[in-house]
């Protein structure tokens, strides 16, 4: 049976009660006969086993690439490669023209 936890408007009395789950929630103090408040509080909750967490329901595929890449290569870099095609020779500079006058 669950322990609910009440606190009064009036007195400030507060107080936990262990109540079934088909009880009505208690609505009067017992000290002043004000009326009570349900206080609620952080539930503790733990997961344990598998499938909890994001990387569990990954398939082979999508799991960590880090764990399933091939080690790097020891070869040393190749010399980066140029172009077969020969360059456009560059064109004459015109000269300006002069008048004679």
Avoid at 9 to 22: H, K
């Amino acid at each position: 049976m669950p322990t609910y936890s009440y606190a009064c408007t009036s007195c400030d009395n507060a107080f936990d009660i262990v109540q079934s789950m088909s009880e009505d929630s208690l609505t009067e103090c017992p000290k002043c006969q004000g009326r009570l408040r349900k206080l609620f509080n952080n539930v503790g909750v733990m997961f344990k086993g598998a499938g909890f967490y994001r990387t569990d329901s990954r398939s082979d595929k999508d799991s960590n690439s880090s764990s399933t890449a091939s080690p790097p290569s020891t070869s040393t870099p190749s010399a980066p490669t140029t172009s077969a095609a020969p360059a456009a020779p560059a064109a004459a500079p015109s000269s300006p023209s002069t008048s004679a006058s």
